[in-house]
């Protein structure tokens, strides 16, 4: 199953990488977004190289073997590479001095290459086997790969979790934050190989396949980089299938309110029958319409003396500070509602109330209906406080 998660987030990566590589031709060098796309295709192809799939893809034989298992490392080298290039040309710009870590990465690449073909490695079953000539080779092709990828690693954690830190909330934010997770996963998985070190200095032997958690590593670390990078490709759309979840609950919550009102006041529906028919988000900004059209169409029936009482029988009731407002909204909104049907006004009106900015505001206008909402629901206790409280 791991294997499979694998190759989908391999999929998934390769495909992301090439759209940000598209997208980001308007906005960011061609040079700089190809430095992400060889990360994306370094450390997918690295996670595909060490599977069983392709070593049987590849064949028997201890030269395949070989040749599969530094790919694998080479791999996750470059990968690394690029990401340090990708960091630095993002943040600096054409200033950046690209030239250091280039040689670092390509100096380690082969000495590991030297370390590994001078260690002499010989499959055993589903070990790797050293001989005692070759063993200091192949403790220092480990080493040396630990030590560069920590080093470049830690870099790259660090740049990320500062602009992660200083960054203004939003997708810019939440995808560096996906990438601090990513680059960790990626540190997490390159550790993971100090056992390797310590059985390889015990018993001459490693396992030549990747282990599970060595596996689930690197699923995570595809996973989030490549959700990280190229979350401007994708979060509108999520964004927006949220956005329409969050309207429709929102619209279910203040159904009881506007129920009330629209049995009390039935000119208000704007398209009776057909709520839903422009979407939830037209459909909860034309219910929080019809309420406060509702609203206004009662105000002769509201008692201006009210509010003051319904504050301090709510308190009394033990409602919690934060609800009291709500529950003093819901009361006198249900006793206008009663005194409508009565047919009994009040000489004088309530202090003016300020119509809502529905348009430039629909989210904080649901919100406070929603509740006022549920509010509705226990508003006969505080309202039976009122009326013991109210002179005969």
Do not use: N
């Not at 506007?258 to 709520?275: N, S």
Request: proline residues 5%; glycine residues 8%.
């Amino acid at each position: 199953m791991i294997e499979t998660l694998a190759y989908y987030l391999c999929t998934a990566g390769f495909a992301g990488f090439g759209y940000k590589l598209i997208e980001a031709r308007r906005s960011q060098p061609v040079r700089t977004m190809w430095f992400l796309a060889g990360f994306g295709i370094c450390i997918a192809t690295g996670i595909l190289v060490l599977t069983p799939a392709m070593s049987a893809l590849a064949g028997p034989g201890p030269v395949a073997e070989w040749v599969l298992s530094l790919a694998g490392d080479e791999l996750k080298l470059g990968a690394i590479g690029f990401a340090v290039a990708f960091t630095q040309s993002v943040w600096r710009g054409e200033g950046a001095r690209l030239a250091p870590h280039a040689l670092f990465t390509a100096a380690t690449m082969a000495l590991l290459a030297v370390c590994f073909a001078l260690s002499g490695p010989q499959r055993v079953g589903d070990d790797t086997v050293f001989p005692a000539a070759g063993l200091p080779f192949a403790l220092a092709d480990k080493v040396l790969f630990l030590v560069y990828s920590l080093i470049s690693l830690g870099l790259l954690f660090a740049v990320f979790v500062r602009s992660a830190w200083h960054a203004a909330p939003g997708p810019l934010r939440a995808g560096l934050w996906l990438l601090v997770v990513g680059v960790g996963a990626a540190a997490g998985w390159t550790f993971w190989d100090v056992d390797d070190v310590v059985q390889l200095a015990r018993t001459a032997r490693i396992g030549a396949r990747e282990d599970v958690p060595s596996s689930v590593l690197a699923a995570v670390t595809i996973g989030f980089v490549a959700a990280g990078a190229t979350l401007s490709a994708w979060s509108p759309a999520v964004s927006s299938v949220i956005g329409r979840v969050r309207a429709y609950r929102a619209y279910r919550r203040i159904e009881p309110l506007w129920t009330a009102l629209r049995t009390a006041v039935p000119g208000i529906a704007l398209d009776p029958g057909r709520e839903l028919a422009g979407g939830a988000e037209f459909a909860l900004y034309r219910r929080v319409i019809e309420i406060r059209d509702g609203h206004l169409a009662l105000r002769a029936h509201f008692d201006p003396d009210l509010p003051a009482r319904a504050e301090a029988a709510a308190r009394r009731a033990g409602v919690r500070e934060a609800e009291v407002a709500a529950t003093v909204e819901a009361v006198t909104l249900a006793a206008a509602i009663e005194a409508g049907r009565a047919g009994r006004r009040f000489d004088r009106e309530p202090d003016p109330v300020a119509a809502p900015d529905t348009e430039a505001d629909v989210a904080a206008e649901a919100a406070w209906l929603v509740q006022v909402s549920r509010a509705w629901r226990r508003r006969e206790a505080v309202a039976e406080r009122v009326e013991a409280a109210t002179p005969g």
